[in-house]
Protein backbone atom coordinates (compact mmCIF):
# COMPACT_ATOMS: atom_id res chain seq x y z
CA UNK A 1 0.00 0.00 0.00
CA UNK A 2 1.47 2.89 -0.86
CA UNK A 3 0.52 6.22 0.87
CA UNK A 4 1.02 9.58 0.04
CA UNK A 5 2.94 12.37 1.70
CA UNK A 6 3.51 16.31 2.45
CA UNK A 7 6.65 17.88 1.22
CA UNK A 8 7.43 20.56 3.97
CA UNK A 9 3.55 20.39 4.61
CA UNK A 10 4.37 23.10 7.76
CA UNK A 11 3.93 26.79 7.20
CA UNK A 12 7.48 27.94 6.85
CA UNK A 13 6.95 31.53 6.09
CA UNK A 14 4.64 34.30 5.78
CA UNK A 15 6.78 36.64 2.89
CA UNK A 16 6.18 39.86 2.38
CA UNK A 17 5.12 40.85 -0.98
CA UNK A 18 7.22 43.77 -2.22
CA UNK A 19 8.66 45.04 -5.84
CA UNK A 20 12.19 46.47 -5.06
CA UNK A 21 14.20 46.05 -1.99
CA UNK A 22 17.57 48.61 -1.34
CA UNK A 23 19.73 45.97 0.72
CA UNK A 24 23.34 45.88 1.69
CA UNK A 25 23.51 42.47 0.55
CA UNK A 26 21.51 40.39 -1.95
CA UNK A 27 21.72 36.81 -1.30
CA UNK A 28 20.39 34.59 -4.17
CA UNK A 29 19.47 30.89 -2.43
CA UNK A 30 17.56 30.14 0.51
CA UNK A 31 19.12 26.56 1.32
CA UNK A 32 22.05 26.03 3.95
CA UNK A 33 24.49 28.23 2.29
CA UNK A 34 22.27 31.12 1.51
CA UNK A 35 20.46 30.98 5.12
CA UNK A 36 24.37 30.24 6.63
CA UNK A 37 25.60 34.17 4.77
CA UNK A 38 22.58 35.82 6.01
CA UNK A 39 23.24 34.67 9.57
CA UNK A 40 26.77 36.41 9.76
CA UNK A 41 25.67 39.62 7.71
CA UNK A 42 22.62 40.11 9.98
CA UNK A 43 25.37 39.68 13.34
CA UNK A 44 27.28 42.43 11.62
CA UNK A 45 24.70 44.80 11.22
CA UNK A 46 24.19 45.12 7.45
CA UNK A 47 20.97 44.49 6.00
CA UNK A 48 20.01 41.89 3.63
CA UNK A 49 17.32 39.76 1.11
CA UNK A 50 17.28 36.40 0.10
CA UNK A 51 15.84 35.34 -2.94
CA UNK A 52 14.46 31.66 -3.39
CA UNK A 53 13.24 30.04 -6.28
CA UNK A 54 11.54 27.19 -4.31
CA UNK A 55 8.51 27.85 -2.01
CA UNK A 56 10.22 26.68 0.92
CA UNK A 57 13.98 27.28 2.31
CA UNK A 58 16.80 24.21 2.71
CA UNK A 59 17.43 23.66 -1.01
CA UNK A 60 18.45 20.29 -1.01
CA UNK A 61 17.92 19.56 2.73
CA UNK A 62 13.87 18.35 2.63
CA UNK A 63 11.87 16.90 5.00
CA UNK A 64 9.02 14.59 4.01
CA UNK A 65 5.80 14.76 6.33
CA UNK A 66 4.18 11.20 6.65
CA UNK A 67 0.80 10.15 6.84
CA UNK A 68 1.19 9.06 10.31
CA UNK A 69 2.37 12.68 11.51
CA UNK A 70 6.32 12.09 11.59
CA UNK A 71 9.09 12.90 9.20
CA UNK A 72 11.43 11.95 6.97
CA UNK A 73 14.23 13.28 5.28
CA UNK A 74 14.20 13.45 1.38
CA UNK A 75 17.51 15.26 1.02
CA UNK A 76 20.68 15.50 2.89
CA UNK A 77 20.47 13.69 6.57
CA UNK A 78 23.35 12.65 8.27
CA UNK A 79 25.76 14.37 10.78
CA UNK A 80 29.11 13.22 11.91
CA UNK A 81 32.26 14.31 14.06
CA UNK A 82 34.64 17.31 12.53
CA UNK A 83 31.48 18.79 10.87
CA UNK A 84 31.87 21.56 13.13
CA UNK A 85 29.36 24.47 11.60
CA UNK A 86 26.29 22.17 11.14
CA UNK A 87 26.80 20.81 14.64
CA UNK A 88 27.38 23.86 16.29
CA UNK A 89 24.45 25.57 13.92
CA UNK A 90 22.11 22.67 15.63
CA UNK A 91 23.12 23.18 18.94
CA UNK A 92 22.45 26.75 18.61
CA UNK A 93 18.93 26.26 16.96
CA UNK A 94 18.31 24.17 20.20
CA UNK A 95 17.74 20.77 17.92
CA UNK A 96 19.09 17.38 19.55
CA UNK A 97 20.48 14.24 17.82
CA UNK A 98 20.29 10.58 17.95
CA UNK A 99 23.06 7.91 16.55
CA UNK A 100 22.24 6.19 13.35
CA UNK A 101 21.22 2.87 14.24
CA UNK A 102 24.14 0.18 13.55
CA UNK A 103 23.46 -2.26 16.35
CA UNK A 104 23.55 -5.83 14.17
CA UNK A 105 24.97 -7.21 11.44
CA UNK A 106 24.98 -5.30 8.03
CA UNK A 107 24.69 -7.02 4.76
CA UNK A 108 26.69 -7.60 1.37
CA UNK A 109 25.02 -9.14 -1.51
CA UNK A 110 26.61 -10.25 -4.21
CA UNK A 111 25.77 -12.79 -6.94
CA UNK A 112 22.70 -13.40 -5.82
CA UNK A 113 23.26 -14.26 -1.98
CA UNK A 114 23.08 -12.50 1.57
CA UNK A 115 26.36 -12.41 3.51
CA UNK A 116 25.97 -10.75 6.56
CA UNK A 117 29.13 -9.35 8.30
CA UNK A 118 30.14 -7.15 11.30
CA UNK A 119 30.30 -3.80 9.68
CA UNK A 120 32.47 -1.63 12.06
CA UNK A 121 35.03 0.46 10.25
CA UNK A 122 36.57 1.41 12.93
CA UNK A 123 37.65 -2.20 13.78
CA UNK A 124 38.32 -2.67 10.61
CA UNK A 125 35.15 -4.80 9.90
CA UNK A 126 34.76 -4.66 5.84
CA UNK A 127 32.59 -6.94 3.71
CA UNK A 128 33.11 -10.72 3.29
CA UNK A 129 35.19 -11.11 0.02
CA UNK A 130 37.94 -13.01 -0.12
CA UNK A 131 41.03 -12.34 1.63
CA UNK A 132 43.04 -11.08 -1.54
CA UNK A 133 40.14 -8.51 -2.38
CA UNK A 134 39.81 -7.37 1.19
CA UNK A 135 43.90 -6.53 1.10
CA UNK A 136 44.05 -5.07 -2.38
CA UNK A 137 41.28 -2.96 -1.19
CA UNK A 138 43.09 -1.79 2.30
CA UNK A 139 45.81 -0.86 0.31
CA UNK A 140 44.04 1.32 -2.34
CA UNK A 141 42.52 3.23 0.34
CA UNK A 142 45.40 4.01 1.91
CA UNK A 143 47.40 4.77 -1.12
CA UNK A 144 44.24 7.31 -1.46
CA UNK A 145 43.78 8.96 2.01
CA UNK A 146 48.06 9.48 1.99
CA UNK A 147 48.05 11.52 -1.30
CA UNK A 148 44.76 13.43 -0.30
CA UNK A 149 46.62 14.16 2.91
CA UNK A 150 49.08 15.84 0.25
CA UNK A 151 46.51 18.11 -0.83
CA UNK A 152 46.02 21.84 0.35
CA UNK A 153 42.45 21.43 1.28
CA UNK A 154 42.33 25.37 0.00
CA UNK A 155 43.99 24.80 -3.30
CA UNK A 156 44.33 21.09 -4.48
CA UNK A 157 44.79 22.08 -7.87
CA UNK A 158 48.14 23.54 -6.45
CA UNK A 159 50.14 20.34 -5.86
CA UNK A 160 52.76 19.22 -7.99
CA UNK A 161 51.19 16.24 -9.45
CA UNK A 162 47.79 18.05 -9.75
CA UNK A 163 47.77 17.96 -13.55
CA UNK A 164 48.54 14.33 -13.38
CA UNK A 165 45.77 13.32 -11.28
CA UNK A 166 43.35 15.56 -12.70
CA UNK A 167 43.87 14.26 -16.40
CA UNK A 168 43.32 10.95 -15.52
CA UNK A 169 39.48 9.57 -14.26
CA UNK A 170 39.12 8.23 -11.33
CA UNK A 171 38.37 4.94 -12.90
CA UNK A 172 41.40 4.34 -14.83
CA UNK A 173 43.53 4.97 -11.31
CA UNK A 174 41.35 2.56 -9.73
CA UNK A 175 42.11 -0.09 -12.58
CA UNK A 176 45.33 0.56 -12.12
CA UNK A 177 45.59 -0.20 -8.81
CA UNK A 178 42.91 -3.68 -8.56
CA UNK A 179 41.90 -6.25 -10.55
CA UNK A 180 40.14 -7.97 -8.29
CA UNK A 181 36.29 -7.99 -8.89
CA UNK A 182 35.10 -7.75 -5.43
CA UNK A 183 37.33 -5.09 -4.28
CA UNK A 184 36.74 -3.11 -7.62
CA UNK A 185 32.57 -3.41 -7.10
CA UNK A 186 33.21 -2.46 -3.30
CA UNK A 187 34.67 0.57 -4.23
CA UNK A 188 32.82 1.74 -7.04
CA UNK A 189 29.91 1.11 -4.58
CA UNK A 190 31.93 3.69 -2.16
CA UNK A 191 31.93 5.66 -5.29
CA UNK A 192 28.37 5.93 -6.16
CA UNK A 193 27.49 6.58 -1.90
CA UNK A 194 30.08 9.27 -1.91
CA UNK A 195 29.33 11.55 -5.07
CA UNK A 196 26.75 9.75 -6.70
CA UNK A 197 28.58 8.57 -10.03
CA UNK A 198 30.10 6.14 -11.59
CA UNK A 199 34.36 5.56 -11.01
CA UNK A 200 34.82 7.07 -14.98
CA UNK A 201 32.88 10.23 -14.22
CA UNK A 202 35.05 12.41 -11.78
CA UNK A 203 38.63 12.89 -12.41
CA UNK A 204 41.11 11.52 -9.47
CA UNK A 205 42.25 14.89 -8.47
CA UNK A 206 38.89 15.58 -7.67
CA UNK A 207 38.12 12.52 -5.74
CA UNK A 208 41.13 13.19 -3.42
CA UNK A 209 40.44 16.75 -2.57
CA UNK A 210 36.86 15.69 -1.78
CA UNK A 211 38.73 12.83 0.77
CA UNK A 212 41.10 15.65 1.98
CA UNK A 213 37.77 17.86 3.05
CA UNK A 214 36.33 15.44 5.03
CA UNK A 215 37.70 16.58 8.25
CA UNK A 216 38.41 20.04 9.57
CA UNK A 217 41.41 22.46 10.68
CA UNK A 218 43.07 19.44 13.26
CA UNK A 219 42.10 16.71 11.70
CA UNK A 220 42.76 14.90 7.96
CA UNK A 221 40.08 13.71 5.34
CA UNK A 222 40.12 10.16 5.26
CA UNK A 223 37.52 7.91 2.92
CA UNK A 224 36.69 5.98 6.01
CA UNK A 225 35.34 9.21 7.06
CA UNK A 226 33.29 9.78 4.51
CA UNK A 227 31.81 6.12 3.97
CA UNK A 228 31.71 5.24 7.67
CA UNK A 229 28.64 5.31 10.13
CA UNK A 230 29.45 5.61 14.10
CA UNK A 231 32.33 8.20 14.34
CA UNK A 232 32.04 9.02 10.78
CA UNK A 233 29.90 11.18 8.11
CA UNK A 234 26.70 9.16 8.85
CA UNK A 235 27.04 9.26 12.70
CA UNK A 236 24.07 11.00 13.44
CA UNK A 237 20.59 12.24 12.54
CA UNK A 238 18.70 15.14 14.11
CA UNK A 239 15.43 14.89 15.62
CA UNK A 240 12.68 16.13 13.77
CA UNK A 241 14.17 16.63 10.26
CA UNK A 242 17.62 18.64 8.89
CA UNK A 243 15.35 20.72 7.51
CA UNK A 244 14.61 21.90 10.58
CA UNK A 245 17.99 23.65 10.37
CA UNK A 246 16.52 26.00 7.43
CA UNK A 247 13.19 26.67 8.67
CA UNK A 248 14.46 27.84 12.43
CA UNK A 249 17.31 29.91 10.96
CA UNK A 250 14.92 31.60 8.73
CA UNK A 251 12.88 32.21 11.09
CA UNK A 252 15.13 33.94 13.18
CA UNK A 253 16.02 35.99 9.94
CA UNK A 254 12.79 37.04 9.92
CA UNK A 255 10.48 36.43 7.04
CA UNK A 256 10.60 40.16 5.82
CA UNK A 257 14.01 39.29 4.74
CA UNK A 258 13.15 36.32 2.90
CA UNK A 259 11.43 36.38 -0.75
CA UNK A 260 10.08 32.72 -1.84
CA UNK A 261 9.23 31.97 -5.28
CA UNK A 262 11.64 34.15 -6.47
CA UNK A 263 13.91 32.50 -9.16
CA UNK A 264 16.57 34.86 -10.07
CA UNK A 265 17.05 35.78 -13.77
CA UNK A 266 19.03 38.63 -13.90
CA UNK A 267 22.06 40.40 -11.79
CA UNK A 268 23.25 43.34 -12.97
CA UNK A 269 25.54 46.80 -12.19
CA UNK A 270 24.37 49.81 -12.68
CA UNK A 271 26.89 51.99 -11.52
CA UNK A 272 27.64 51.18 -8.08
CA UNK A 273 24.37 48.81 -7.11
CA UNK A 274 24.01 45.79 -8.51
CA UNK A 275 20.28 45.20 -9.55
CA UNK A 276 18.71 41.59 -8.78
CA UNK A 277 15.79 40.79 -10.85
CA UNK A 278 14.09 38.04 -10.23
CA UNK A 279 10.21 36.96 -11.22
CA UNK A 280 8.84 38.70 -8.64
CA UNK A 281 10.68 41.61 -7.47
CA UNK A 282 14.03 43.52 -7.94
CA UNK A 283 16.34 43.87 -5.23
CA UNK A 284 19.11 46.48 -5.23
CA UNK A 285 22.51 45.69 -3.39
CA UNK A 286 25.94 47.07 -2.85
CA UNK A 287 27.39 42.96 -2.63
CA UNK A 288 25.61 39.66 -3.65
CA UNK A 289 25.95 36.23 -2.77
CA UNK A 290 25.33 33.59 -5.51
CA UNK A 291 24.64 30.69 -2.60
CA UNK A 292 23.72 27.84 -5.21
CA UNK A 293 25.39 25.36 -7.17
CA UNK A 294 27.79 26.37 -10.31
CA UNK A 295 25.65 24.42 -12.81
CA UNK A 296 22.42 26.26 -11.19
CA UNK A 297 24.71 29.78 -10.75
CA UNK A 298 25.48 29.46 -14.74
CA UNK A 299 21.97 29.54 -15.48
CA UNK A 300 21.60 33.42 -14.37
CA UNK A 301 22.10 36.60 -16.76
CA UNK A 302 25.23 39.03 -15.54
CA UNK A 303 25.84 41.63 -16.69
CA UNK A 304 28.73 42.74 -16.89
CA UNK A 305 29.49 39.03 -17.55
CA UNK A 306 31.27 36.49 -15.19
CA UNK A 307 35.24 36.43 -15.76
CA UNK A 308 35.11 33.65 -18.41
CA UNK A 309 37.42 31.28 -15.93
CA UNK A 310 34.15 31.32 -13.73
CA UNK A 311 31.44 30.85 -16.60
CA UNK A 312 33.60 28.03 -18.27
CA UNK A 313 33.34 26.53 -14.85
CA UNK A 314 29.56 26.25 -14.86
CA UNK A 315 29.69 25.28 -18.07
CA UNK A 316 32.09 22.00 -16.91
CA UNK A 317 31.02 21.06 -13.69
CA UNK A 318 27.86 18.75 -14.07
CA UNK A 319 25.94 17.16 -11.03
CA UNK A 320 25.89 13.77 -9.67
CA UNK A 321 22.50 11.80 -10.32
CA UNK A 322 20.98 10.75 -7.11
CA UNK A 323 17.47 10.06 -5.40
CA UNK A 324 15.89 8.30 -2.50
CA UNK A 325 13.70 5.46 -1.61
CA UNK A 326 12.38 5.49 1.69
CA UNK A 327 10.86 2.62 2.70
CA UNK A 328 7.84 2.89 6.21
CA UNK A 329 7.09 -0.06 7.80
CA UNK A 330 4.85 -0.27 11.21
CA UNK A 331 8.03 -1.39 13.51
CA UNK A 332 11.49 -1.86 12.48
CA UNK A 333 11.47 -5.78 12.36
CA UNK A 334 14.67 -6.17 10.91
CA UNK A 335 16.36 -4.96 14.19
CA UNK A 336 14.78 -8.30 15.65
CA UNK A 337 16.52 -10.36 12.93
CA UNK A 338 20.00 -9.27 14.04
CA UNK A 339 20.28 -6.66 11.12
CA UNK A 340 21.42 -2.77 11.14
CA UNK A 341 19.21 -2.12 8.28
CA UNK A 342 22.70 -1.44 5.97
CA UNK A 343 23.23 -2.91 2.79
CA UNK A 344 25.69 -3.28 -0.11
CA UNK A 345 25.06 -4.73 -3.40
CA UNK A 346 25.85 -5.43 -6.84
CA UNK A 347 22.30 -5.31 -8.33
CA UNK A 348 19.18 -3.59 -7.35
CA UNK A 349 18.03 0.05 -7.94
CA UNK A 350 19.08 1.03 -4.07
CA UNK A 351 22.48 -0.90 -3.75
CA UNK A 352 23.28 1.14 -0.13
CA UNK A 353 20.65 1.09 2.92
CA UNK A 354 20.18 2.73 6.02
CA UNK A 355 18.10 2.26 8.46
CA UNK A 356 16.10 5.12 8.82
CA UNK A 357 14.07 4.23 11.66
CA UNK A 358 13.26 7.32 14.19
CA UNK A 359 14.83 7.78 17.56
CA UNK A 360 11.84 6.77 19.77
CA UNK A 361 11.21 3.83 16.83
CA UNK A 362 7.87 4.98 16.48
CA UNK A 363 7.87 3.33 13.36
CA UNK A 364 10.48 1.79 10.91
CA UNK A 365 12.04 2.41 8.14
CA UNK A 366 14.89 1.35 5.48
CA UNK A 367 16.45 4.27 3.19
CA UNK A 368 18.03 3.46 -0.25
CA UNK A 369 19.88 5.85 -2.30
CA UNK A 370 19.32 5.67 -6.04
CA UNK A 371 22.72 6.59 -7.46
CA UNK A 372 24.34 7.52 -10.71
CA UNK A 373 23.60 5.10 -13.66
CA UNK A 374 20.54 3.60 -11.55
CA UNK A 375 18.93 6.92 -10.87
CA UNK A 376 19.47 7.91 -14.65
CA UNK A 377 18.04 5.04 -15.88
CA UNK A 378 14.41 5.61 -13.64
CA UNK A 379 14.46 9.55 -14.51
CA UNK A 380 11.98 8.66 -16.77
CA UNK A 381 10.22 5.68 -14.90
CA UNK A 382 6.92 6.22 -13.34
CA UNK A 383 6.76 6.24 -9.46
CA UNK A 384 4.78 3.15 -9.21
CA UNK A 385 7.42 1.15 -11.26
CA UNK A 386 9.96 2.59 -8.62
CA UNK A 387 8.03 1.50 -5.68
CA UNK A 388 8.07 -1.87 -7.47
CA UNK A 389 11.57 -2.01 -8.10
CA UNK A 390 12.68 -1.07 -4.46
CA UNK A 391 10.33 -3.32 -3.22
CA UNK A 392 11.82 -6.47 -4.97
CA UNK A 393 15.50 -4.65 -3.58
CA UNK A 394 14.33 -4.53 -0.11
CA UNK A 395 12.37 -8.21 -0.65
CA UNK A 396 15.95 -9.98 -1.67
CA UNK A 397 17.84 -8.03 1.14
CA UNK A 398 15.68 -8.55 3.80
CA UNK A 399 13.39 -11.29 3.37
CA UNK A 400 9.38 -11.45 2.43
CA UNK A 401 8.36 -9.66 5.40
CA UNK A 402 10.02 -6.30 3.11
CA UNK A 403 7.09 -6.58 1.08
CA UNK A 404 4.73 -5.39 3.23
CA UNK A 405 5.35 -1.99 3.34
CA UNK A 406 3.10 0.44 4.50
CA UNK A 407 4.15 3.74 2.19
CA UNK A 408 7.35 4.50 0.30
CA UNK A 409 9.02 7.59 -0.38
CA UNK A 410 10.73 8.72 -3.67
CA UNK A 411 12.56 11.90 -4.34
CA UNK A 412 14.34 12.38 -7.53
CA UNK A 413 16.67 15.15 -7.34
CA UNK A 414 17.76 14.94 -11.38
CA UNK A 415 13.95 16.18 -11.90
CA UNK A 416 14.08 19.30 -9.21
CA UNK A 417 14.40 22.57 -10.98
CA UNK A 418 16.21 24.17 -9.06
CA UNK A 419 19.05 20.94 -8.16
CA UNK A 420 19.26 18.91 -11.24
CA UNK A 421 20.78 16.21 -9.22
CA UNK A 422 23.33 15.63 -6.18
CA UNK A 423 24.48 15.12 -3.88
CA UNK A 424 27.23 17.80 -5.44
CA UNK A 425 28.27 19.05 -8.32
CA UNK A 426 31.93 17.57 -9.52
CA UNK A 427 34.90 17.88 -11.56
CA UNK A 428 35.41 15.49 -14.18
CA UNK A 429 39.17 15.17 -15.47
CA UNK A 430 40.86 18.47 -16.21
CA UNK A 431 38.62 21.27 -14.82
CA UNK A 432 39.84 21.09 -11.26
CA UNK A 433 43.52 22.52 -12.26
CA UNK A 434 42.38 25.05 -15.19
CA UNK A 435 39.16 26.69 -12.87
CA UNK A 436 39.30 25.78 -9.72
CA UNK A 437 40.24 28.97 -8.26
CA UNK A 438 37.15 29.93 -9.74
CA UNK A 439 35.38 28.25 -7.64
CA UNK A 440 35.72 30.48 -4.88
CA UNK A 441 37.29 33.63 -6.19
CA UNK A 442 34.82 36.81 -5.95
CA UNK A 443 33.80 38.29 -9.06
CA UNK A 444 33.76 42.33 -8.18
CA UNK A 445 31.08 42.07 -5.49
CA UNK A 446 29.51 38.96 -6.10
CA UNK A 447 30.72 36.47 -3.88
CA UNK A 448 30.24 32.63 -4.05
CA UNK A 449 29.09 30.18 -2.07
CA UNK A 450 27.44 26.57 -1.71
CA UNK A 451 28.68 23.31 -0.63
CA UNK A 452 30.86 22.92 -3.84
CA UNK A 453 32.66 25.93 -2.58
CA UNK A 454 33.86 24.68 0.63
CA UNK A 455 37.25 23.79 1.75
CA UNK A 456 36.01 21.14 4.81
CA UNK A 457 33.05 18.47 3.93
CA UNK A 458 32.35 19.35 0.29
CA UNK A 459 29.01 17.94 -0.87
CA UNK A 460 27.68 18.01 2.85
CA UNK A 461 25.58 20.39 4.96
CA UNK A 462 28.77 21.72 6.90
CA UNK A 463 30.36 22.39 3.81
CA UNK A 464 27.42 24.15 2.79
CA UNK A 465 27.51 26.52 5.75
CA UNK A 466 31.22 27.01 5.73
CA UNK A 467 30.67 28.45 2.31
CA UNK A 468 28.02 30.61 3.30
CA UNK A 469 30.30 32.19 6.57
CA UNK A 470 33.10 32.27 4.29
CA UNK A 471 30.85 34.78 1.80
CA UNK A 472 29.97 36.73 4.68
CA UNK A 473 33.29 37.73 6.40
CA UNK A 474 34.48 38.25 2.72
CA UNK A 475 31.66 40.93 2.17
CA UNK A 476 32.04 42.40 6.06
CA UNK A 477 35.62 42.95 5.41
CA UNK A 478 34.93 44.92 2.40
CA UNK A 479 32.57 46.99 3.56
Known amino acids: MYLPFAISSIPLLVVSVASTRDVDVAIVGGGLSGLAAAKDIAKSGKTFAILEARDRVGGRVLN ?30 GLTTYPTYTTGKSILYRNGTVNP ?13 GSEAQAELVSFITELDRLASELDVHAPWK ?61 AGTITRLIGSKGAAQDSRINGGTQLLAT ?16 VREVK ?14 VSAKHVVIAMSPPMAGRISYDP ?3 AGRDQLTQRMPMGSIGKAIAIYPKPWWR ?39 MRALDGAPQTEINRLVTEDLVKYFGPQAANVSQILIQRWD ?34 AGTETSSYWTGFMDGAIRSGERAAAEIIADF
Open 64 to 93: AHLSNGEVQELGAEFVGPTQDRVLSLTAQL
Open 117 to 129: YDADLATGGLPPV
Open 336 to 374: KLGFNGQVQSDTGVIRATFDNTPANESFGAIMGFIEADE
Open 305 to 307: LLP
Open 248 to 263: RLAERLGAANIFLNSP
Open 269 to 282: LKGDRYIVRSDRME
Open 159 to 219: HANAPMWDGMTLKSFVESRMSLQDSLLLFETATRSILSTETAEPSLLYMLSYIAAAGNETN
Open 415 to 448: LEEYSRGGPVAYCPPGILTKYGPFLRNPAARIHF
